[in-house]
């Protein structure tokens, strides 16, 4: 049965930098027909998608966080990564990883949906 | 950028049709998914690929989509589905996320 778990520090200084680690176990990452993705969910508020990264690195992310956000992959520790720079209130969520699904739609191949989601990680932006 | 919008709350009695919204742009000739959150839990997959359900997923739940709205039906509707519940789409490149739906079971 996949898992995924989120790890990282749980307290970050605004302006200063974010970062997660979300540890795959149960399967690999290499495999072809997912991505593997980062989403946040602010205190009572929506979810909102991060970016999501392929096992040979190629990514997509969400325009309003593009500039701020590295995602990267390690494939020997079968984990996947997320930066995300210049932190404010604004950012302190938790964060969830989860595995995204990739298919065939219209020729086109695409993500489509998120399972599983890892049991999600606070992260608190304050001085 | 693409949205999807859902009501904030809908409230259903116990052993009834549960039905919620998700509307988009042409969103019928997408691919929609549902998530169902409980209070301090991670999101659960419970429809794929407009109306097909996980393993593990009871039978109650159903999913459509044609024209500019999908939907989310939960028959015979339990107090265990009072939840957060979330439709999501792939549209320009980007995961885009409804705003979410509370399920109040009364």
């Known amino acids: 049965q996949l898992q995924l778990q989120e790890s990282g520090p749980g307290l970050v200084k605004p302006s200063e930098t974010l970062s997660l680690t979300c540890t795959v176990s149960?399967?690999?990452?290499?495999?072809?027909?997912?991505?593997w993705g980062w989403i946040r969910q602010p205190p009572g508020k929506g979810l909102e998608w991060i970016g999501s990264i392929y096992h040979s690195g190629s990514t997509y992310s969400n325009p309003s966080l593009k500039s701020r956000v590295t995602i990267s992959v390690d494939t020997s520790k079968n984990h996947f990564s997320l930066i995300l720079s210049s932190v404010t209130a604004a950012d302190t969520a938790v964060y969830y990883c989860?595995?995204?699904?990739?298919?065939?739609?219209?020729?086109?191949?695409?993500?489509?949906?998120?399972?599983?989601w890892g049991r999600g990680s606070l992260v608190t932006v304050s001085s | 950028s693409y949205e999807l919008t859902q009501p904030p709350s809908v409230s259903v009695s116990p052993g009834q049709t549960a039905s919620i919204t998700c509307s988009g742009e042409k969103l019928g000739d997408k691919y929609v998914c549902w998530y169902q959150q409980k209070s301090g839990q991670s999101p659960v997959l419970v429809i794929y690929?407009?109306?097909k359900r996980p393993s593990g997923i009871p039978e109650r739940f159903s999913g459509s989509n044609s024209g500019n709205t999908a939907t989310l039906t939960i028959s015979g509707t339990q107090a265990m589905d009072e939840a957060d519940y979330y439709c999501?789409?792939?549209?320009?490149?980007?995961?885009?996320f409804g705003g979410g739906t509370k399920l109040t079971v009364l």
């Open positions: 999501q789409a792939w549209a320009s490149s980007t995961v885009v």
């Open positions: 149960g399967g690999s990452i290499s495999s072809t027909t997912y991505y």
């Open positions: 989860a595995r995204l699904r990739m298919i065939t739609f219209g020729g086109v191949v695409q993500p489509e949906w998120f399972d599983p």
């Open positions: 690929q407009d109306s």
